[in-house]
């Protein structure tokens, strides 16, 4: 059984995604980054998701020599061009700090009520990169409109905030199994998985 790193520490990510890789039929065995602690975590310079994506999983496929898997997403408002985008973890200034991206982007959201300009959507860069460098990337979408206040408790990041698209419910009053199958990263790890199997069997 081939050895298939998901490049993230994020336990909350590393569990959707065993999910969505497990329930794709893949029978690789999935570990997460955290089981290689001597690997230094890699500094998203990119500009855009896919170049964040594709910088982590070269960097864990490197120091490996095994497979990995990597994504980068966040949350695209569109009335705000855009933002937070790449910046979507450290919204803040403090990474990963989910309360004070959401109460930052609710202030600054605070005076436009008409739904029509609250229009935002998750995006995800998918990446898999080899050790001997090749590589490819898939991205997913995620659309909805903002709430003006957080609802539900499961998920995280921005989840509670974002009513979908279709739903009267935010992503993170979505069951697991219903945000997996039309989640951003959702859709892009199953756009992966066809590439997974091309490239490693």
């Not at 336990?11 to 230094?40: F, M, N, Q, T």
């Not at 990337?137 to 989840?159: C, I, K, Q, S, W």
Request: glycine fraction near 10%; include cysteine.
């Amino acid at each position: 059984m081939t050895r298939l790193i998901l490049a993230t520490r994020n336990k909350g990510k590393i569990v959707e995604l065993r999910a969505i890789l497990a329930d794709a039929g893949l029978p690789h065995e999935l570990v997460g980054a955290d089981a290689y602690p001597e690997v230094p975590d890699v500094r998203e310079t990119g500009v855009t998701f896919a170049e964040n994506a594709l910088l982590k999983a070269h960097a864990l496929a490197k120091a490996t020599g095994l497979p990995a898997v990597a994504d980068d997403s966040g949350l695209c408002v569109d009335v705000l061009g855009g933002a937070p985008g790449i910046f979507s973890a450290r919204w803040a200034g403090k990474h990963g700090d989910d309360k004070a991206n959401l109460d930052l982007l609710l202030a600054q959201l605070g005076d436009i009520d008409d739904d029509v300009n609250r229009t935002a959507h998750f995006a995800c860069a998918a990446a898999l990169a080899l050790p001997d460098g090749t590589e490819r990337v898939v991205e997913g979408r995620m659309r909805g409109v903002l709430r003006h206040a957080p609802a539900g408790t499961n998920g995280f990041g921005y989840d509670p905030i974002l009513q979908v698209d279709g739903d009267t419910r935010t992503a993170a009053e979505l069951s697991p199994d219903e945000k997996n199958a039309i989640s951003h990263r959702g859709e892009a790890f199953r756009a992966l998985v066809p590439v997974v199997r091309e490239l490693l069997g």
